[in-house]
Nanobody, 122 residues
Framework: VQLQASGGGLVQPGGSLRLSCAAS????????MSWYRQAPGKRRDLVAR???????NYADSVSGRFTISRDTAKNTVYLQMNSLKPEDTAVYYC?????????????????WGQGTQVTVSS
């Protein structure tokens, strides 16, 4: 199973970006999908989380500006980021709880994507 994140880049303050993260492999089902971020010298923090039952929670710092969504058929999670601020600058990582199979056996593991850089600067 792999998670492939994309969509990062350089944007001016007040601008928008949409991140995508697609899961691939021998996937049976996906539970919660999340986005985290890590700025230089800081810990990796939860930005947004979306459960398989469509419950969401957001970090206080992004609530009202960011929206997490998913396309179940495509095993993809999105993060729409609006009204971006310089303090949103970080590497963004996707994360997912994935049930996958190998032969006749099924496993559940937590997977991370490779990270995508978001830089908010004028």
């Amino acid at each position: 199973v792999q998670l492939q994140a994309s969509g990062g880049g350089l944007v001016q303050p007040g601008g928008s970006l949409r991140l995508s993260c697609a899961a691939s492999g021998r996937i049976f089902s996906i539970g919660a999908m999340s986005w985290y971020r890590q700025a230089p010298g800081k810990r990796r923090d939860l930005v947004a989380r979306l459960t398989s039952g469509s419950s969401t929670n957001y970090a206080d710092s992004v609530s009202g500006r960011f929206t997490i969504s998913r396309d179940t058929a495509k095993n993809t999670v999105y993060l729409q980021m609006n009204s971006l601020k310089p303090e949103d600058t970080a590497v963004y990582y996707c994360n997912a709880d994935v049930e996958y199979y190998k032969g006749t056996n099924y496993y559940v593991e937590n997977f991370w994507g490779q990270g995508t850089q978001v830089t908010v600067s004028s």
